[in-house]
Nanobody
Framework: QVQLVESGGGLVQPGGSLRLSCAAS????????MGWYRQAPEKQRELVAT???????NYVDSVKGRFTISRDNAKNTVYLQMNSLKPEDTAVYYC????????????????WGQGTLVTVSS
């Protein structure tokens, strides 16, 4: 079974830091891009950051300079280091794998994790 498993969410005070991890498991040969999305209460899901196999990154403007995405291609794992957290960063964070090549499956798959809650509050 192919799946993404996230970890690292929790409660943190404003100005604090958290590190999210997402590991892809199963018979995955490659994943073109991995990333993080988030959804705050009563808001649409938005892209936070993405990273390609080659290491090219993209961030939403609101997290630039505060969040850093990284990836271990050998482990099909992506990380999100979040610093200087603000209350408006509170959301459920979802891991995404785009254009995954999976054994026994034709074409590409898009995978989503189950989500991990990040709460920034004093």
């Amino acid at each position: 079974q192919v799946q993404l498993v996230e970890s690292g969410g929790g409660l943190v005070q404003p100005g604090g830091s958290l590190r999210l991890s997402c590991a892809a498991s199963g018979s995955i040969f490659s994943i073109r891009a991995m990333g993080w999305y988030r959804q705050a209460p009563e808001k649409q899901r938005e892209l936070v950051a993405t990273i390609t196999t080659a290491g090219s990154t993209n961030y939403v403007d609101s997290v630039k300079g505060r969040f850093t995405i990284s990836r271990d291609n050998a482990k099909n794992t992506v990380y999100l280091q979040m610093n200087s957290l603000k209350p408006e960063d509170t959301a459920v964070y979802y891991c995404n794998a785009d254009r995954a090549v999976v054994a026994g499956t034709a074409g590409y798959l898009e995978l989503w994790g189950q989500g991990t809650l990040v709460t920034v509050s004093s």
